[in-house]
């Protein structure tokens, strides 16, 4: 409900009803003089308004002619009440009014009755959609054609009771025009000014005037249909003016249509009713349109900054850099559930899991400058330079390219010289259907596993374990050869652990061990390990071979070592064969700083004398020559010894017809010194024997 309806539901408009006295109208039903709601009696025709109300029979009137004594002043007063809202009966009224004969109203005072027509043709110009200032002058003009001060006092011809009604009809449309002042000002202070406005052409607001449309048109209330006739006038001028339409007026007129359909018996009403309702409805369906397009546009609006907004975003996040960097952010985690998630497998008949991925968690992880290598390589290509990885396409993400990191299995062949091997990675079981000394094996992920191969021979059971990492995509040929052998460990200290690959396989027995039989394997080492002077020392590591049999021999550097023997004890015997040839000098001084004891070592004296009997004139020697084999040297509780054999070769004069003698003595525990950097002889000990003596004669 608008303003202006609820305007008029708490003031007293004029009557569109003559008759509904339940509505607190104020005029007769009968003759339409304005009554009071205490009145029993209509003052003007006598009209029983008790037996009205109560819906009794009327008793029977004198006289019918008091109703045709007012008829023309009540239809003025009709017309005033209703000008504003039916144009229509503003019009019927007033050409009533302007129509009837004097003799109709005798008693009623001329000035009467031209001041309520003149009041009722300005009213009747009143349109329902003009500007409030228009309204307000035209209900200026109204109420100074009714002015009290020259109607109060009636004519001494006019009789009381009519002068007196005609005082109250008088005062009462005086009332009226200020109510209807008083609703034009509030329904101008409720208007909104900045509300949309329509004009309505004027053929739209003209009242018609003519004797056609008089004869067609119907009236629109009881007193009309009273008061009709068939005369019309042509003072009844219409006042037409285009003016804007607020949204109050554009609803009253509505409201007021709605009312006119229900009760018009008019055949012409419903066509002004649909013509200006549809001149009236279209500017709010416009409205309504142009708010529903602008709603549409602001919505498209939104919508397109998102998707642009999504776009933009889209294209950064879904970047192949983007993508690239959060994939090897999740190989970075070293977690296997994550890093199978982010990888697939180029083969299709292996699937990546985290179980077969933990190989390459666990090279990755020791390396981490290959995930740094790899992600700079495949920053430029779709591939690793090794073959390992891959970034490839891989459908999309909505519009955007998707790229998939990729990881390349990867084939071994596994050769052994035993027939039927049983192979494992990382524990797994990889033998193949038909075991055979060459097996290839996979496809399995890059990366570093634990490699085991065993079998059976001579009732025991051999095997090999590496560690090996597998990167490259292409096919290596990996040797696990099983081969027994047995090292014949020899050195230089009496007591030492022998120790094969970091294992532990026996202790030294006066400074030899030979291995039980032991698997080969590429690369496999030996060394010694042992304590001297409260201090643990190690050989230098010895390779094996895959010789059955094979000697090795490692020696400790800090007490003297076989090589060392070998070359004291070559000198030393060169320096006394040099001593026997007559045309050298006896140089047994040189010969003396090779032992201990110098001059007083009896082993000293013992070659001295040797030399001494070589070198007389009788003895036909040319010169003996001496050969040294050192077989062992031995350190114990701070004592070395040495097991040697020497060979005598001496060679006699030609004029005495003997031949070459070979001999060949043999000492056992013969001592040095402990001190390598100066190692001397302390003795040859007791155990000399000669092995061999070739004499010619």
């Not at 002015?147 to 005062?171: G, H, V």
């Not at 629109?220 to 109050?248: G, K, L, V």
């Not at 950064?316 to 850099?321: A, G, K, M, P, V």
């Not at 049983?422 to 570093?448: H, R």
Request: hydrophobic share 35%; proline share 5%.
């Amino acid at each position: 409900m608008n303003r202006l309806s609820q305007l008029k539901m708490h003031t007293h408009l004029f009557a569109t009803d003559l008759g509904d006295l339940g509505a607190g109208e104020f005029f007769c039903p009968n003759c339409g003089a304005p009554i009071m709601t205490s009145d029993k009696k209509c003052a003007n025709c006598g009209y029983d308004l008790i037996a009205y109300r109560e819906g009794r029979p009327q008793p029977a009137t004198s006289s019918a002619s008091a109703t045709t004594k007012v008829s023309a002043a009540s239809a003025a007063a009709t017309v005033a009440s209703s000008a504003v809202t039916s144009e229509s009966v503003a019009e019927s009224a007033v050409v009533s009014a302007a129509s009837a004969p004097d003799s109709a109203l005798p008693e009623v005072d001329e000035r009467v009755i031209e001041s309520a027509a003149s009041a009722a043709a300005i009213l009747s110009s009143i349109q329902a959609d003009e500007n409030p200032e228009e309204i307000m002058a035209k209900l200026r003009a109204a109420t100074q054609q009714l002015d009290p001060e020259n109607l109060s006092q009636p004519d001494s011809a006019q009789p009381q009771s009519s002068a007196s009604l005609s005082s109250r009809r008088e005062a009462h449309i005086a009332d009226k025009t200020k109510d209807i002042s008083d609703i034009v000002d509030q329904v101008r202070a409720a208007t909104d000014s900045t509300q949309p406005r329509e004009h309505l052409l004027p053929s739209d607001l003209q009242i018609k005037s003519d004797a056609a449309a008089d004869d067609t048109a119907k009236p629109a209330t009881r007193m009309a249909r009273h008061e009709q006739t068939t005369e019309s006038t042509a003072d009844n001028a219409t006042y037409t003016a285009p003016r804007t339409i607020t949204p109050e007026e554009r609803a009253a007129a509505s409201m007021k249509l709605q009312a006119d359909t229900a009760e018009a018996e008019s055949e012409a009403a419903p066509e002004t009713t649909t013509k200006s309702a549809s001149k009236k409805v279209a500017p709010e369906e416009k409205v309504r349109v142009h708010k529903s397009k602008r709603k549409w546009w602001i919505i498209a609006l939104i919508v397109v900054v998102i998707l642009l907004g999504a776009f933009l975003f889209g294209s950064q996040y879904f970047s192949r850099d983007a993508q690239l960097n959060r994939a090897f952010a999740v190989l970075a985690t070293n977690n296997p559930s994550q890093v199978s998630q982010v990888m697939v497998s180029s083969n299709n008949d292996l699937r990546l899991t985290p179980g077969n991925s933990r190989p390459f968690v666990r090279f990755t992880k020791a390396n981490p400058q290959y995930l740094k290598t790899s992600k700079t390589q495949l920053a430029k290509s779709n591939s690793t330079k090794d073959g390992t990885l891959g970034f490839i396409k891989d459908g999309h993400h909505f519009i955007f390219t998707a790229y998939q990191l990729t990881i390349t299995p990867t084939y071994r062949t596994i050769t052994t010289d035993l027939p039927e091997p049983s192979i494992y990675l990382d524990g797994q079981n990889v033998t193949a259907k038909t075991p055979a000394s060459t097996q290839k094996i996979g496809p399995f992920i890059p990366g570093t596993y634990t490699l085991k191969v065993e079998a059976q021979t001579d009732d025991k059971t051999l095997s090999r374990t590496v560690h090996p990492t597998f990167l490259a995509a292409d096919a290596q040929t990996i040797d696990l050869t099983l081969k027994p052998v047995t090292p014949a460990v020899h050195s230089n200290v009496a007591n030492a652990t022998v120790y094969v690959n970091n294992q532990n396989k026996g202790t030294l027995q006066n400074g030899q061990l030979t291995l039980p039989a032991l698997n080969w394997e590429a690369n496999s080492k030996l060394h010694l390990e042992t304590k001297i002077a409260g201090k643990t020392v190690k050989t230098k590591a010895v390779t094996l071979t895959k010789d059955a049999k094979q000697n090795i021999e490692a020696d400790f550097t800090a007490v003297p070592t076989k090589a060392q023997a070998q070359d004291l004890l070559s000198r030393l015997y060169q320096s006394a064969g040099s001593a026997t040839n007559a045309t050298n000098n006896n140089d047994t001084a040189a010969l003396a700083a090779f032992f201990k004891n110098w001059t007083d070592a009896a082993a000293y004296k013992k070659l001295a004398t040797f030399i001494t009997q070589a070198r007389a004139t009788g003895s036909n020697i040319e010169q003996t020559d001496f050969k040294v084999q050192v077989d062992q040297v031995l350190t114990d509780d701070d004592q070395t010894t040495v097991n040697f054999n020497v060979t005598y070769t001496t060679s006699y004069v030609a004029t005495s017809g003997l031949q070459t003698r070979v001999q060949t003595y043999s000492y056992t525990g013969a001592h040095l010194t402990t001190s390598t950097k100066n190692l001397q002889v302390i003795d040859f000990g007791d155990n000399e024997q000669k092995t061999a003596d070739n004499n010619a004669n």
